[in-house]
């Protein structure tokens, strides 16, 4: 049987690193991705995946801008995402204004990501046929 995988971009190498570790602790393997067309083929390749993302949105991170609101509801059309943020944007999202996607913001409440990534595989796998 498959381990459920994360497909993880992460623009901070130390949380990058903890993230891996706090992923694989709970038996999921991760893939690290570096950019959204990255994260995109991850997708194709683990249709069942889970993707957390902090931003692909090269030095645009501080606002939720219109081209990068796009790009998170295509990607939520495939995929279950989770988006992961400190900026103050993250509060004054509407449910369902993403798309699927759900935030989980900084600093991180691990029992809320864990609890948030496991109902992401979940909905994957009830997604995909197998």
């Known amino acids: 049987m498959n381990r459920q995988r994360v497909l993880l971009l992460e623009n901070d190498g130390p949380t990058e690193s903890f993230l891996c570790d706090l992923f694989a602790d ?14 995109v083929a991850g997708v194709v390749q683990y249709p069942q995946a889970a ?3 902090d931003s ?24 279950e995402v989770l988006l992961t943020t400190g900026r103050g944007w993250a509060r004054h ?3 369902g204004e993403l798309g699927i996607a759900t935030i989980v913001e900084k600093p991180y409440d ?11 595989l979940e909905h994957g796998r009830r997604g ?3």
Request: aromatic share 4%; hydrophobic share 50%.
């Open 26 to 39: 709970e038996g999921l393997d991760v893939t690290v991705c570096g950019s959204l067309a990255e994260l």
């Open 51 to 53: 993707v957390v993302s």
């Open 56 to 79: 692909w949105a090269k030095g645009e991170y501080h606002t939720l801008t219109l081209r990068h609101r796009a790009e998170i509801v295509a990607l939520a059309r495939t995929a």
């Open 93 to 95: 999202i509407q449910k």
């Open 110 to 120: 691990l029992n809320r990501l864990m609890i948030a990534v496991r109902t992401a």
């Open 128 to 130: 995909v046929a197998d």
